[in-house]
């Protein structure tokens, strides 16, 4: 069965970064790229970016060009997300989501919380 | 970016009533169109993927349509478990955005 499993929870200072993972399982990963979607507290979904787990290619929107990289790791089958320059707006649960059809997604990770605090 | 509005803000309805949702698209979307639920606590669940077709597992009494511009979520006879906040995403243009979300209280 397929199962994505994140990193724990962060708490970092403003200014600093904070490197995530995900860990899949019960699937070939090269066949199903990854996106990357957080949310803020008592707010919607936010998507940050997908890769191509397959031939690494990438995707980010704009608001997120030069402060996101996500990355994987073929041998062990595991999706980064890294996002640097925090700041108070960056507290969020970031969830990384198994893509489907180009864009849908079908399974999520349980969620990293991520805490932004002088 | 496209734009997806959703509304109602919230829905309170009671068990066995029909639940009708809306989501409105800034531009077309043709029928790239997924719906989500999320429950507190929890990460979204796929209920619809481009505009009507259920995700595997979910049960019929979910339904979507439309196409274009205005999308429709029905969810045909409340349970006491439908309570949560659905999202629509778009997948018909870059970036992938998501509706803000419609609320489902059962009273």
């Known amino acids: 069965q397929v199962h994505l499993e994140q990193s724990g929870t962060e708490v970092k200072k403003p200014g600093a970064s904070v490197k995530l993972s995900c860990k899949a399982s019960g699937y070939t990963f090269s066949t199903h790229a990854m996106h990357w979607v957080r949310q803020a507290p008592g707010q919607g979904l936010e998507w940050m970016g997908w890769i191509n787990c397959g031939n690494g290619d990438l995707q980010y929107p704009q608001k997120f060009q030069g402060r996101v990289t996500i990355s994987r790791d073929t041998s062990t089958d595991t999706v980064y997300m890294e996002l640097s320059g925090l700041r108070s707006e960056d507290t969020a649960v970031y969830y990384c989501?198994?893509?489907?059809?180009?864009?849908?997604?079908?399974?999520w990770g349980q969620g990293t919380q991520v805490t932004v605090s002088s | 970016e496209i734009v997806l509005t959703q509304s109602p803000a919230t829905l309170s309805l009671s068990p066995g009533e029909r639940a009708t949702l809306s989501c409105r698209a800034s531009q077309s979307v043709s029928n790239f169109l997924a719906w989500y639920q999320q429950k507190p606590g929890q990460a979204p669940r796929l209920l619809i993927y481009d505009a009507f077709n259920r995700a595997t597992g979910i049960p019929a009494r979910f339904s979507g349509s439309g196409s274009g511009t205005d999308f429709t979520l029905t969810i045909s006879s409340l349970e006491p478990e439908d309570s949560a906040v659905y999202y629509c995403?778009?997948?018909?243009?870059?970036?992938?955005?998501f509706g803000g979300g419609t609320k489902v209280e059962i009273k």
């Open positions: 995403q778009q997948r018909a243009n870059w970036p992938l955005t």
């Open positions: 989501a198994r893509n489907i059809l180009g864009g849908t997604t079908d399974y």
